[in-house]
Every structure is written in C-alpha cells, then in structure tokens.
C-alpha cells in the first residue's frame, strides 16, 4: 500500500503521533477499555486550526454498546466491524488516504485561489474576460493535481450560480449542472471549504459518482464569498 505503520499504545502517543508527525490516517482499534479513553482520545486527534486533520478509521466489534460513542469521540470517517477481511480494509485505507491528501493540497492551494481570483479582479480593467480565463487554468489544474473526474468554478448569489469554468475528464455535464447548484448555494451560504469522502457522502445519501466531492468557496478581499470551486467524482 505504500503506507509507513506506527504504533502507539495510548492517548499521549497518539496525540504526540499526531502534533508532530502529521499523519494522513490513524487506525483507532477499539477493545473493552476503549470507555475509559473517550475523553482523552478526542483531544489526541485534535489539531490547530487550519490544519488538515488525519483520516480516522474505527475499528470496532458489531456487539460493542459503544460504538455510537466511540464513532463521536474520534469523529471517525469510516468505520470495519471486527473480524474483518483483510482486503477490504486495504480498500478502505486506500480510500482514506486518497481522500487526505485531497484535502491537504486542497487546503495549501486555498489560499493561492483566492489570491488569483483577487488579483484578476484587480488587475484589469476587462475584469468578467479576465476573470474566467484565469479561473478556467485553475480549474484545469486542480484537474490535473486532484485527478478527480470532474471541476466546475461558479460565480453568483446561492440561488444564481453561473458556470464560468470546468473540467469533465468523463461525461456527466447535465448531472455536473445539479450538483454545482445544490452545492454553489450551500457554500455561498456557509463559507466553509466542504469535504466528503465516499463513506461519509454514501451515508449522507450522495450519489457514488458525486464522490469525494471538494467545495472551495471564492473570497472577495473584503471576505464576501463570490463563488466556489467544486471538484468531484472518479
């Protein structure tokens, strides 16, 4: 898998793990002990803000009465039922892993999209022309970095979203224009970047091919939000 495995055996070392090492996954194996440790494993997995936080995967038995518990404290982005197959769970790792380094690039060029999209604003004075073509080669590179099937840049009020820039590596337009409207006003309104993973967005009922979906929102200087960047699919 291509994955480098360390081992800590209690809270402090996992929140030692996690401040300095930064890890993109931490496997929580729950045992009968686990009650004792709710509190303390939830601060471990805390990190600053800003910073990407490491995927969590839980695993737990099916008769264990703290699962619910246990799935809130680590806010765990998949869950294996013990005993499990060993195949799956390198599906689910590798799934996990992708999905962190999303989120990692997605967060380092964050800032590097709003700059680009102030500036353009700023820098001439046929600004719509200017724009768009900026926004349409950045749209293409977070194609190119992300490989994910599908980035879409729009512009406008939650209920008006305008399409100014995308990327299909697959077919999927018309089901792209749904998607970016449901998103564009949910992110418009909130203001915060969005992530969802395959598991988390197939429980919250999203469709497999809208997943992992990454909703950037676009800042004016003075902080208004004036769009997002969705990218999303295979």
């Given amino acids: 898998l291509g994955i480098v495995l360390l081992h800590a055996g209690s809270c ?77 769970m390198q599906v689910r790792l590798r799934a996990l892993v992708r999905v962190h380094r999303l989120t990692t690039q997605a967060m380092r060029d964050r800032d590097l999209i709003n700059a680009l999209f102030e ?7 046929d600004t719509a022309t200017s724009t768009e073509r900026v926004l349409s080669a950045l749209a293409g590179r977070v194609a190119e970095w992300s490989g994910l099937g599908h980035v879409v840049v729009t512009l406008g009020p939650p209920a008006q979203p305008r ?10 337009r018309q089901k792209a224009n749904s998607l ?24 919250a009922g999203e469709a497999p091919g809208s997943l992992p979906y990454v909703g950037l ?8 939000v004036l769009g997002v960047l969705h990218a999303w699919g295979p």
């Fill in 12 to 88: 402090d070392e996992v929140a030692s793990r996690v401040r300095d090492l930064h890890p993109e996954l931490v496997v929580v194996d729950a045992d009968a002990g686990a009650s004792r440790e709710l509190g303390p494993l939830k601060l471990a997995l805390q990190v600053p803000p800003g910073e990407p936080r490491p995927q969590v995967l839980l695993l737990v038995r099916t008769d264990d009465s703290l699962r619910e518990a246990l799935v809130a404290a680590t806010a765990a982005d998949d869950l294996i039922d013990k005993p499990f197959d060993s195949l799956d």
């Fill in 119 to 125: 500036l353009t604003a700023l820098g001439e004075h």
């Fill in 217 to 224: 929102p676009l800042r004016a200087l003075n902080g208004d």
């Fill in 180 to 203: 970016v409207e449901r998103r564009h006003a949910e992110l418009v309104a909130r203001g915060e970047m969005l992530l969802l993973g395959e598991s988390d967005g197939a429980l």
């Fill in 163 to 172: 399409v100014v820039a995308e990327v299909h590596r697959k077919n999927g």
